[in-house]
Nanobody
Framework: QEQLVESGGGSVQPGGSLRLSCVAS????????VGWFRQAPGPEHEGVSC????????YYLDSAKGRFTVSRDDSGDTVYLQMNDLKPEDTGTYYCAAGSHCIYDSMIYWGQGTQVTVPS
């Protein structure tokens, strides 16, 4: 069964860093676009970053540019989101998702999420 599992969340002081990982089982992430989405309290998912199936282009939410970096490992089956200079507004549950394109509606597989908390 296809599954994505996120890890690496936690509570960190403002200015700190976290690296989120998205690991796939039952599918090869290397052939998919992989996105990171954030859900703050409320129903909406906000797209934070995405890496295309060919690794280019990559996309970032404006508030994440210069602070977050999305990448794959050499096998292509793990995708990372390096988050530096974290701010309280980065707080939320972070989900990785895989699909054909870096578009929310094209995402097919979703993980269960990992919580990131940056206290104010």
């Amino acid at each position: 069964q296809e599954q994505l599992v996120e890890s690496g969340g936690g509570s960190v002081q403002p200015g700190g860093s976290l690296r989120l990982s998205c690991v796939a089982s039952g599918l090869s992430l290397g052939v998919y676009a992989v996105g990171w989405f954030r859900q703050a309290p409320g129903p909406e998912h906000e797209g934070v970053s995405c890496i295309s199936a060919e690794d280019r282009p990559t996309y970032y939410l404006d508030s994440a540019k210069g602070r977050f970096t999305v990448s794959r490992d050499d096998s292509g089956d793990t995708v990372y989101l390096q988050m530096n200079d974290l701010k309280p507004e980065d707080t939320g549950t972070y989900y990785c998702a895989a699909g054909s394109h870096c578009i929310y509606d094209s995402m097919i597989y979703w993980g269960q999420g990992t919580q990131v908390t940056v206290p104010s």
